[in-house]
């Protein structure tokens, strides 16, 4: 067919077709209490590695504006950012980094191994990173593995750090870890732990029956980390799925501490309604987790990496690791999580904190409405909302177009309050000598 910008390709459900564009119309839907929310629809100048055309689809779109008509003004600093598609690329595109354009180290991984066919040393090397491991003991008897990745180049400075927390069933050593280092080779210094029972920490396999001590566990391990980046240099926390709940937790046990942004990478806000058991199941789970409570009940519907990798190959580097499991999760632990997702629900105008949400508009492991709303009542005035039509849970195993363009904006993000927190943090202390 010819690029005549009317091309009928693109799903019917409420979808705009256009060329590529520096900004694509506003549009308003209608959110939960009736009120209509503007939804700024931003497409940068598009990057070669776009199609001629992209396409928006916008689920539940109520109404666009007409043309000519007066384009709504978003709220300050939020914006819900419906980015553009496109169509997924048949088989894997590795590609360097030419142009000196950054691309995320999963693109030289295969599905055995995140490091490819390198030795660990020779991709840290390749990438510029320095890497570095410990462990302690926590108050309960277990050891917790701790990790780090700081820019190699001593002449560099850093530019913020920030804490990594992984996911459930997740580990910093595997597809984290690329994350990880892709933040280390864009100037952060870079620190994660695994949680009990996760990948080289001491535990059960995936049993989380109380979050506050995991919580107490990622504090003793970034109190170590803040001590060697000490302010004024900014303190980012970045989570992904589980992680993103634990990460808003920190902030809301410490405030003082947590303030200066949080990445969050399809954060576990809600469970969806698509990964939930039936309902008799869910509701006798607190009496399965009281009798067994290390059972393992089949509490989900499917396990966890064939629902959040969309790329086969990355679905099968996620299985690759020796101390992933996709058991379902026990009973206490399932219980558990459930209940995190009500606490932070109850709390959401708590969240004060500049804040950057990622989310794949098909994820069907954690719930997106239940991030939409997070940002709707978080009490942050900087708050910005990313949900990407036709993504899953895991951005990473999504093909590589769209992992660069939303790992794009998340880097941008945090090198755009690391610089503003850095500038506030240097007059703050000018004042205070002067005073």
């Known amino acids: 067919m010819a690029n005549d910008g009317h091309e009928d390709l693109y799903p019917r459900d409420c979808c705009i077709a256009v060329t590529a564009h520096p900004a694509l119309p506003v549009c308003c839907f209608p959110t939960t209490g009736g009120e209509e929310s503007p939804i700024k629809l931003a497409l940068a100048p598009a990057p070669s590695l776009l199609l ?29 950012h419906y980015k553009s598609g496109e169509r997924e690329p048949r088989g894997r595109q590795a590609r360097g980094g030419g142009g000196g354009k950054m691309v995320h180290p999963i ?28 462990s302690f003991v926590n108050p309960r008897g277990l050891r917790i593995f701790t990790q780090r990745w700081v820019p190699r180049d001593p002449a560099a400075p850093v530019l913020a750090a920030v804490a990594v927390v992984h996911g459930f069933t997740g580990e910093s050593s595997w597809m984290v870890q690329l994350t990880a280092v892709h933040l280390a080779a864009a100037g952060f210094a870079v620190a994660a732990l695994d949680h009990q029972g996760h990948g080289f920490s ?39 799925s589980l992680g993103g709940a634990i990460a808003l937790l920190l902030h809301l046990r410490r405030k003082d501490l ?39 009940v089949a509490f989900t519907r499917g396990n966890i990496p064939e629902r959040s990798f969309k790329v086969e190959w990355k679905r099968a580097l996620a299985l690759a690791s020796p101390r992933r ?51 709707r009542r978080a009490g942050s005035k900087d708050k910005m909302l990313r949900v990407y039509p036709g993504m899953w849970h895991q951005i990473i195993g999504e093909p590589e177009e769209n992992v660069e363009k939303v790992f794009d904006e998340i880097i941008a993000w945090l090198k755009e309050r690391a610089a503003s927190a850095t500038v506030g943090g240097a007059q703050g202390e000018a004042e205070q000598q002067l005073q």
């Not at 001629?52 to 384009?71: D, K």
């Not at 303030?259 to 869910?282: H, I, Q, T």
């Open 107 to 134: 693109a030289e991984a295969d599905e055995r191994s995140p490091f490819g066919k390198l030795t660990p040393d020779e991709f840290y090397a390749r990438h510029g990173v320095t890497h570095s491991t410990s």
């Open 52 to 80: 001629p055309h992209c396409f928006v689809s916008i689920p539940h779109c109520g109404q666009q504006p007409a043309a000519g008509s007066p384009i709504p003004t978003p709220s300050p600093r939020f914006h819900l």
């Open 258 to 296: 947590w303030r200066d942004g949080v990445v969050l990478n399809g954060a576990m806000c809600g469970v969806s309604p698509r990964f939930k058991p039936p309902w008799p199941l869910e509701h006798l789970l607190a009496a399965a987790a009281a009798v067994v409570p290390t059972w393992r």
């Open 325 to 375: 499991t996709t058991a379902p999760p026990r009973a206490a632990t399932a219980l558990e999580l459930l209940r995190v997702c009500r606490e932070l629900q109850d709390r959401f105008e708590e969240v004060e904190l500049p804040l950057l949400a990622v989310h794949g508009g098909e994820d069907t492991v954690c719930d997106p409405a239940c991030v939409e709303e997070l940002c």
């Open 202 to 240: 001491d535990g059960l396999q995936g049993h989380i029956p109380d979050i506050e001590p995991v919580l107490d566990d990622c504090d003793a391990a970034f109190a170590a980390f803040r001590a060697d980046y000490p302010p004024p240099l900014p303190f980012f926390l970045y989570g992904e």
